[in-house]
Nanobody, 115 residues
């Protein structure tokens, strides 16, 4: 069974950027599905972005609300998935969680966007 540990959250002003990291311990296959979700106060957890690897190609999908601003990527040798977040807005404030295709979740990292 894998374990996931997120990092990189913090406080940023509107328009700023953050890069989240999720390190996977245990056996990670290059084809494994990895995703970032977020949960804002009082709201349901939602999918932000996901990524799978097919051969040498990564296939990524994004929520409409983050398209063009967020980029998901993975480094399989480092067993790490990233979420680069640009042009952050107050509505991006949430706890961000990493999820593995087996259903395992990380503990989450807080992202707060505020002036």
């Amino acid at each position: 069974q894998v374990q996931l540990v997120e990092s990189g959250g913090g406080l940023v002003q509107p328009g700023g950027s953050l890069r989240l990291s999720c390190v996977v311990s245990g056996n990670l296959l290059s084809i494994d599905y990895l995703a970032w979700h977020r949960q804002a106060p009082g709201k349901q957890r939602e999918l932000v972005a996901s990524i799978t690897s097919v051969g040498s190609t990564n296939a990524a999908n994004y929520a409409e609300s983050v398209k063009g601003r967020f980029t998901i990527s993975r480094d399989n040798p480092k067993k790490t998935v990233y979420l680069q977040m640009n042009n952050l807005q107050p509505e991006d404030t949430a706890i961000y969680y990493c999820r593995h295709g087996s259903g395992v979740w990380g503990q989450g990292t807080q992202v707060t966007v505020s002036s």
